[in-house]
Structure formats: C-alpha cells, structure tokens
T-cell receptor, first 113, second 115 residues
C-alpha cells in the first residue's frame, strides 16, 4: 500500500532532550516536506526537500533540522526542543514539486514540557 | 499564490450531494485549483485538482467556472465519514528553478454530514 509513515505518532518529552521524528514513503517520490499545524495558524511548512541531498527552509525552520540521505526517508530533528515546538507535525511527499498531489502521513503529536 | 475564500461551515444530509464552493478571483493562468480535506487531526487527504476543465475521480467532481474565478467541489453521495474540513488551494503548476511547492491551508469549510 502506498503510504507515508511517521513515527512516533505521539511523544511527550522534556525541554532540551534531542528527538527525531522519522518519515518514510514507499512511492519513490522526489519531493518531501514537513509541516506543523497549530490552532488558528493553519499548516506551516518547516523544511522541504526536492530530492536526495537537496533540502531547504520553509516558513518556520528555526529549531529544526532535516536530512535527505535516501529518497524514501526525511527525518525531522529537534536538537534542543522547547515548549513552543509543541505541535502536530505532518510529513508529506509528492512525485515531484510540480502539479502533483501531496500525500500526508498520519501526523505526530509532540508535547514538549 | 492566489488567495481563496470558502464558507466557514456547511451541512449536508447523508446520501445527498455536498457542493462546496470556493472563490479564487485572483487566480492566474498557470495556477491549479486543489482540494484537500482533513478529518479531525488526521493527515490532510488529497481529493482532486484541475486547471480549467471539469474533473472527476472516484472521490469527487470539480467544477471550475469558465473564467476560473470560482470552483465547486461535489461529493455526489455524502456519507458520515465525509465530515471533515475541506480546503481549497490555488497552486502554481510549474516548478521553476527549484522553487518550493508548499501547501498553505486557510481556514477551509467544515462540512458536517448529518444522518
């Protein structure tokens, strides 16, 4: 089944403890992206990747890192999480960055205490 | 990307067609109209997209006016599982020089399908 898989789905952790949210897609998609969704603020893009080894900042990249060493994986890294990074996170992928629908994972709900 | 305007909420009876309107009067010639939906806190789900012709797939139909300034998403036989927030998005069709392809969701329309 074609899908975007995020892990973990839920995580409660403490300020400053490094964490990684994994994202994997099995559709051979070139484009991958991370979004966060907060009440009243809608969906905001954190980072995106046009292809392997090509990543760039979205609208709210502060406090996050990403890497794209393989086509299928696009992990989101919070080196030193803070409470303002408490949010619902979505990973998405599409065949390319041109007129192709984006497929989303089920989301990761992070709580940083 | 062009801005879109959607009603805040709509109701629909189960089994009836749900018609969700969207205004995008500033759409430009190479921009597509996309529809996504999000069932409470789940990942957004792609529904359909189109440029100027009407489109139909297994989920829905998309009717775009001739001047492309508005469109309507039609769910032909709404079920309770179609209750969700529906987002209409206008997006450039061509990626030039590595430009971003981000989705920007506005407030959308909360469609409630009633039994």
């Amino acid at each position: 089944e074609a899908q975007v898989t995020q892990n973990p789905r839920y995580l409660i952790t403490v300020t400053g403890k490094k964490l990684t949210v994994t994202c994997s897609q099995n559709m051979n998609h070139e484009y991958m992206s991370w979004y966060r969704q907060d009440p009243g603020l809608g969906l905001r893009q954190i980072y995106y990747s046009m292809n392997v080894e090509v990543t760039d900042k979205g609208d709210v990249p502060e406090g996050y890192k990403v890497s794209r060493k393989e086509k299928r994986n696009f992990p989101l890294i919070l080196e030193s999480p803070s409470p303002n990074q408490t949010s619902l996170y979505f990973c998405a992928s599409s065949l390319s960055a041109s007129n192709q629908p984006q497929h989303f994972g089920d989301g990761t709900r992070l709580s940083i205490l | 990307d062009a801005k879109t305007t959607q009603p805040t909420s709509m109701d629909c009876a189960e089994g009836r067609a749900a018609n969700l309107p969207c205004n995008h009067s500033t759409i430009s010639g190479n921009e597509y109209v996309y529809w996504y939906r999000q069932i409470h806190s789940q990942g957004p789900q792609y529904i359909i997209h189109g440029l100027k012709n009407n489109e139909t797939n297994e989920m829905a139909s998309l009717i775009i006016t001739e001047d492309r300034k508005s469109s309507t998403l039609i769910l032909p036989h709404a079920t309770l599982r179609d209750t969700a927030v529906y987002y209409c998005i206008v997006l450039g069709g061509w990626n030039s020089g590595g430009s971003n392809y981000k989705l920007t969701f506005g407030k959308g329309t909360l469609l409630t399908v009633n039994p």
